[in-house]
């Protein structure tokens, strides 16, 4: 979650920065437009033309010495101090024309790549320092310039916008590079955000399956403690049944003995009863007593063979 949230807060820091970046050089953009319409304006003829000036019109020549600053370091037609700079006597109108105007389809097409020259950084920053004085010329304007030559007023208006140009570049690129770091770290955020991640899932797979482990364990203890119940009340039930059988075990017991005692008398019993429903049922009370007790019951005494029969007294 605190590396979900570093993430996020970087996240919109680089949005921010890129938005500004972005910002920024859209502002460069209409400066290299307006520098590439202002090429689209110079033909060889025009150039051809300033060319064989011996003289030119005022302000022209400061149009081509400030190219001439520019190209200095970059175009090796340039004569260059060590320091960098260029001499006066290597800017003035002759040297300039010579320098720049030796091959004017080869100096158009500089022109035309110079902007990437700038991308790249490969031109001195004391070219830029040096070109400024131009600048700051009253006449060093496009309309002004181009009443007096046409080529010129191109140059003009490409050297002023290469130059808003490459200002702008100059702010931006320290938000570059930062924009450039705050991405490596959104990508190393976010790589051990997602290494976090991958860790988690992990865990959170491992614990998942111990979770289910245990509540399967949980299941079978529930389970065991109430098969254990079950168990422990059909012990009780048996132990009470046990017991209740236990205290009958004596009266069955007695049962038993009268039953076998009474098993002895049966032969006897049942003789004596099935003659008297037989014979004597129709007589009288009295009549029957004492067939019973002076009849029957002495023979029955001595009916096996001189030996009683069993029956109840």
């Given at each position: 979650?605190?590396?979900?949230?570093?993430?996020?807060e970087?996240?919109?820091?680089?949005?921010?920065?890129?938005?500004?970046?972005?910002?920024?050089?859209?502002?460069?953009?209409?400066?290299v437009?307006?520098?590439?319409?202002?090429?689209?304006?110079l033909?060889?003829?025009?150039?051809?033309?300033?060319?064989?000036?011996?003289?030119?019109?005022?302000g022209?020549?400061?149009?081509?010495?400030?190219?001439v600053?520019?190209?200095a370091?970059v175009?090796?037609?340039?004569?260059v101090?060590?320091?960098?700079?260029v001499?006066?006597?290597?800017r003035?109108?002759?040297?300039?024309?010579?320098?720049?105007?030796?091959?004017?389809?080869?100096?158009?097409?500089?022109?035309?790549?110079?902007?990437e020259?700038?991308?790249?950084?490969?031109?001195?920053?004391?070219?830029?320092?040096?070109v400024?004085?131009?600048?700051?010329?009253?006449?060093?304007?496009?309309?002004i310039?181009?009443?007096?030559n046409?080529?010129?007023?191109?140059?003009?208006s490409?050297?002023?916008?290469?130059v808003?140009?490459?200002?702008?570049?100059?702010?931006?690129?320290?938000?570059?590079?930062?924009?450039?770091?705050?991405?490596?770290k959104?990508?190393?955020?976010?790589?051990?955000?997602?290494?976090?991640?991958?860790?988690?899932?992990?865990?959170?797979?491992?614990l998942?399956?111990?979770?289910?482990?245990?509540?399967?364990?949980?299941?079978?203890?529930?389970?065991?403690?109430?098969?254990?119940?079950r168990?422990?009340?059909?012990?009780?039930?048996?132990?009470?049944?046990?017991?209740?059988?236990?205290?009958?075990?004596?009266?069955?017991?007695?049962?038993i003995?009268d039953?076998?005692?009474?098993?002895?008398?049966?032969?006897?019993?049942?003789l004596?009863?099935?003659?008297?429903?037989?014979?004597?049922?129709?007589?009288?009370s009295?009549?029957?007593?004492?067939?019973?007790?002076?009849r029957?019951?002495?023979?029955?005494?001595?009916?096996?063979?001189?030996?009683?029969?069993p029956?109840?007294?």
């Amino acid at each position: 979650e605190v590396e979900a949230r570093t993430c996020a807060e970087i996240q919109a820091d680089v949005s921010v920065q890129q938005k500004d970046t972005e910002a920024d050089l859209a502002k460069a953009e209409p400066a290299v437009a307006a520098a590439m319409a202002a090429l689209d304006t110079l033909n060889k003829k025009d150039l051809g033309e300033c060319k064989t000036m011996s003289t030119p019109p005022k302000g022209v020549d400061d149009v081509f010495s400030a190219v001439v600053v520019l190209f200095a370091g970059v175009d090796p037609n340039i004569n260059v101090q060590k320091s960098g700079k260029v001499r006066a006597e290597h800017r003035n109108w002759d040297a300039a024309k010579k320098a720049l105007l030796g091959n004017i389809a080869g100096f158009i097409d500089s022109l035309k790549g110079f902007k990437e020259v700038v991308d790249e950084g490969r031109v001195p920053s004391i070219n830029w320092k040096e070109v400024r004085p131009y600048l700051a010329m009253e006449h060093f304007d496009k309309d002004i310039i181009e009443g007096k030559n046409k080529a010129a007023g191109g140059l003009c208006s490409w050297v002023i916008n290469i130059v808003t140009y490459r200002d702008i570049l100059v702010t931006v690129e320290p938000k570059r590079q930062a924009l450039a770091e705050a991405n490596e770290k959104l990508t190393a955020a976010n790589t051990k955000l997602q290494a976090i991640q991958e860790k988690v899932a992990e865990l959170q797979a491992k614990l998942d399956t111990l979770t289910k482990e245990y509540n399967e364990a949980e299941a079978a203890k529930t389970a065991a403690i109430n098969d254990v119940e079950r168990g422990k009340l059909r012990l009780d039930l048996a132990q009470r049944l046990t017991a209740a059988l236990g205290s009958e075990g004596e009266r069955w017991a007695l049962g038993i003995t009268d039953l076998t005692a009474q098993r002895e008398l049966l032969v006897g019993d049942v003789l004596l009863a099935s003659a008297f429903i037989s014979y004597i049922g129709p007589f009288t009370s009295q009549f029957r007593d004492s067939l019973i007790q002076k009849r029957w019951v002495p023979f029955m005494r001595t009916a096996a063979g001189g030996e009683a029969i069993p029956m109840s007294e």
